[in-house]
C-alpha cells in the first residue's frame, strides 16, 4: 500500500536555529498538507498545497514557516528560526479526492 | 468557528467487547474524518464520510448531517484496537483544513 513518507522522525534543534522537515507524498495526489501536534494536545492544521501554490494556511502558519516543492517529489516544511515552543509532532499529508488522506508517520521536533 | 467535540475521553473495554465512540460539531462541514493513533504517534486515517454509514472490518463509522454527530463503532474489539481515536471536521470549501477533535483514548484489556 502506498505510503507518505516523513524524515527525519525525530531531530533535535537549538533554539534559533533553522530546520526543514521533509515529505515524500504519494506519487499521484495532488494535495499535501501539513498539521502539527503539541505533546497532550489536539492536532492543529497548519498548511494546504496545491498546483505548486499555498491555498490555505492557519494562523499559526506565520512568517516563520514556509513550504515548498522542490523537485516534484519532495514536499518540505521549513521553520526559521526555531522557538521553543516549536515542539510538536509535524505531519504531513496527502490526498487523493477518491480515497481520502494518507498521513506519514510524523516527525517529532524537539527545541532545546 | 467549528468545535469538535468526542466523547468519551477516556474508554477501558475486556476483549471481545462492542465499542462506541462519539463526535459532534457545530456548523456543516463537508466531511467527517475518523483517525486512529497510535501510542508511536502516528496517524491512520480510518474512515472520510459525508452522509451515512462506512464499515471497514470490524469498524463502522455513520453519520447523522442534521444531528451533526457521528459514530464510530468497533465490534469484537481486541486488545490491538487499543490506540487514541480521533475525528476531524473539513468544512466545506475547505482543503485540508480539519478541525480536529482531542481524541478518545481506547484500552481494550485481554
Known amino acids: 500500500e502506498p505510503e507518505v513518507t516523513q524524515t527525519p522522525s525525530h531531530q533535535v534543534t537549538q533554539m534559533g536555529q533553522e530546520v526543514i522537515l521533509r515529505c515524500v507524498p504519494i506519487s499521484n495526489h495532488l494535495y499535501f498538507y501539513w498539521y502539527r501536534q503539541i505533546l497532550g494536545q489536539k492536532v492543529e492544521f497548519l498548511v494546504s498545497?496545491?498546483?505548486?501554490?499555498?491555498?490555505?494556511k492557519s494562523e499559526i502558519f506565520d512568517d516563520q514557516f514556509s513550504v515548498e516543492r522542490p523537485d516534484g517529489s519532495n514536499f518540505t516544511l521549513k521553520i526559521r528560526s526555531t522557538k521553543l515552543e516549536d515542539s510538536a509532532m509535524y505531519f504531513c499529508a496527502s490526498e487523493d479526492y477518491n480515497y481520502g488522506y494518507t498521513f506519514g508517520s510524523g516527525t517529532r521536533l524537539t527545541v532545546v | 468557528k467549528n468545535e469538535v467535540e468526542q466523547s468519551p475521553q477516556n474508554l477501558t473495554a475486556q476483549e471481545g467487547e462492542f465499542i462506541t465512540i462519539n463526535c459532534s460539531y457545530s456548523?456543516?462541514?463537508?466531511?467527517l474524518h475518523w483517525l486512529q493513533q497510535h501510542p508511536g504517534g502516528g496517524i491512520v486515517s480510518l474512515f472520510m464520510?459525508?452522509?451515512g454509514k462506512k464499515k471497514h472490518g470490524r469498524l463502522i463509522a455513520t453519520i447523522n448531517i442534521q444531528e451533526k454527530h457521528s459514530s464510530l463503532h468497533i465490534t469484537a474489539s481486541h486488545p490491538r484496537d487499543s490506540a487514541v481515536y480521533i475525528c476531524?471536521?473539513?468544512?466545506?470549501?475547505?482543503?485540508?483544513?480539519?478541525?480536529f477533535g482531542k481524541g478518545t483514548k481506547l484500552s481494550v484489556k485481554p
Open positions: 498545497f496545491y498546483n505548486n501554490e499555498i491555498s490555505e
Open positions: 456548523v456543516g462541514i463537508s466531511a
Open positions: 464520510l459525508s452522509s
Open positions: 476531524a471536521a473539513e468544512e466545506g470549501g475547505s482543503q485540508g483544513n480539519l478541525i
